[in-house]
């Protein structure tokens, strides 16, 4: 590593462990947190019946900005979803979480990346809500960036290779709820037996129902790229909507969005609990 990369990360994790960088970072948990919430009791409330929705990231935003003082209520939630985006930046380029420099290092630098610029862009979708430019429908982001990529040289393989990558992102969540090695990353050793295993279930169940929903996105994803047809592509609320098309389907999707409710919960307790900075 060169003497200026060194005094960069040196600098980059000295800011990680400053107060108020720490509570920048907690307040992006906590939004999105909020945001999987929505979407969860959305998903929930279809299943038994009672309206809601089977939505995405950005129709959980639209539900916000839908409130009374929705264009508050978003703007701090955007807030938050930036400090996610930056945070989740700053591990990546300076290193915050002391990775090696393998292979499994660099890939962990590489997730925190795509996760700065999905939650940057989500932030931005908010933005453009809050001032009016952006349709409050939701859209199907999925499908317009399948087709874009369609449209590319090679683009067959590359969304073969996105849909692989959310396939390895399911197993590796399933592993997560498995083997609770998660909670290495939590400081729950002042918190009570009762309190302790509330944040532990959280975590399993919330990481197994996103490992569900990402092995049905990574599926849709590869078919959309063998048949050659972006609509094919379904998001996290294509997912939720195919779950309940399911035999016993209402049952399948209750299940999932009390997961996705559960997996909200669990980073409203990593905005109260994770450890971060330099030991993170």
């Known amino acids: 590593m060169s003497t200026n990369m060194q005094t960069a990360q040196q600098h980059g994790q000295h800011w990680a462990n400053n ?3 720490q509570r920048f970072a907690r307040f992006g948990y906590l939004a999105k947190g909020i945001v999987y919430l929505i979407i969860g009791i959305l998903a929930a409330q279809a299943a038994v019946g009672r309206g809601g929705a089977t939505t995405d990231r950005e129709g959980a935003l639209v539900k916000i900005i839908q409130q009374p003082f929705g264009q508050v209520l978003l703007g701090i939630i955007a ?8 945070w989740n930046l700053a591990r990546a380029i300076l290193n915050l979480d002391d990775l090696d420099t393998d292979a499994k290092g660099i890939g962990k630098r590489i997730w925190y990346a795509v996760i700065a610029i999905s939650y940057g862009t989500l932030a931005w979708t908010a933005i453009q809500m809050i001032i009016g430019s952006s349709s409050e429908s939701g859209g199907n982001s999925t499908q317009d960036w399948t087709a874009k990529l369609l449209s590319w040289p090679f683009g067959q393989f590359l969304v073969i290779v996105v849909g692989l990558a959310f396939a390895a992102a399911a197993l590796f969540e399933f592993y997560k709820s498995y083997s609770t090695k998660f909670t290495k990353k939590f400081n729950l050793a002042n918190l009570d037996e009762k309190m302790r295993t509330a944040v532990i279930w959280l975590g399993r169940i919330g ?12 599926y849709f994803l590869i078919m959309a790229a063998v048949q050659h047809n972006p609509d094919k592509a379904k998001g996290l609320g294509g997912a939720l909507q195919q779950l309940a098309q399911q035999p016993y ?3 399948l999707l209750l299940a999932v969005a009390l997961g996705v409710v559960a997996y909200g919960l ?3 307790s990593e905005a109260r609990f994770r450890r971060l900075g330099t030991n993170s």
């Not at 938050?80 to 930056?86: A, D, E, F, T």
């Not at 990481?207 to 990574?218: D, N, Q, T």
């Open 19 to 21: 107060e108020w960088a």
């Open 207 to 218: 990481l197994a129902a996103r490992g569900i929903v990402f092995g049905i996105i990574a």
């Open 79 to 86: 807030v938050g979803l930036i400090s996610y985006s930056l």
């Open 249 to 251: 389907g209402p049952w």
């Open 266 to 268: 669990y980073a409203i």
